[in-house]
């Protein structure tokens, strides 16, 4: 796993983490909506409860703001032998914040927290427009996305 630059650092997001601009990271991505603080506490209180479920890490930068978040979700199934799969989902870096490898060093902590937990695989859905930094993560184009909209 690539070292994040200087005076930034990796952990799991927490409640506190409102007022450090995590859905203002998310908004690189798509629409997040207007969320309450109580609302914010609530969700994260959900993940809490299902530790080994839910992983949603955040990159911060020198000055205590979110530069990057990204999650994993644990998945205990029936087949292979009641095996795990992983879902990478929600993955934004702030736009000044892009480029500096805090993407990649993101996926590699998540695929970790995959591996560590015993999932046979990881997977996510992306843009074709993200294919090449997804590769260069050290994921491989399998299968194609369906999904019915509402
Ligand atoms: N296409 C091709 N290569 C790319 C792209 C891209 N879109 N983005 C980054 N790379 C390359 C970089 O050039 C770098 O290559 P190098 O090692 O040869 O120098 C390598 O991938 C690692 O790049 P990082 O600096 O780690 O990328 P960054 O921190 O900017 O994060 C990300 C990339 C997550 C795509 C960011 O640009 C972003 O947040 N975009 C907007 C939101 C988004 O699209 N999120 C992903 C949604 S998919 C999902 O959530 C499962």
Not at 12 to 17: E, G
Request: hydrophobic letters at 35%; proline letters at 3%; glycine letters at 8%.
């Amino acid at each position: 796993i690539p070292a994040l630059p200087e005076g930034y650092q990796i952990r799991r997001i927490n409640a506190d983490d409102y007022e450090r601009g995590a859905l203002e990271t998310l908004k690189t991505l798509t629409t997040v909506g207007k969320i309450s603080k109580e609302e914010f506490t609530e969700l994260i209180n959900t993940w809490d409860k299902n530790p080994e479920i839910y992983h949603t890490l955040l990159v911060l930068n020198p000055s205590g703001k979110v530069a990057a978040i990204g999650s994993i979700i644990v998945e205990s199934k029936l087949i292979h032998k009641c095996g795990k799969v992983g879902h990478i989902e929600d993955i934004a870096v702030n736009r000044n914040e892009q480029g500096k490898k805090l993407g990649l060093t993101l996926i590699r902590r998540l695929i970790n927290i995959g591996a560590e937990a015993g999932c046979y695989k990881v997977i996510l859905d992306c843009d074709p427009a993200n294919e090449l930094f997804y590769v260069k993560c050290g994921l491989s184009r399998t299968g194609v996305e369906m999904q019915f909209r509402f």
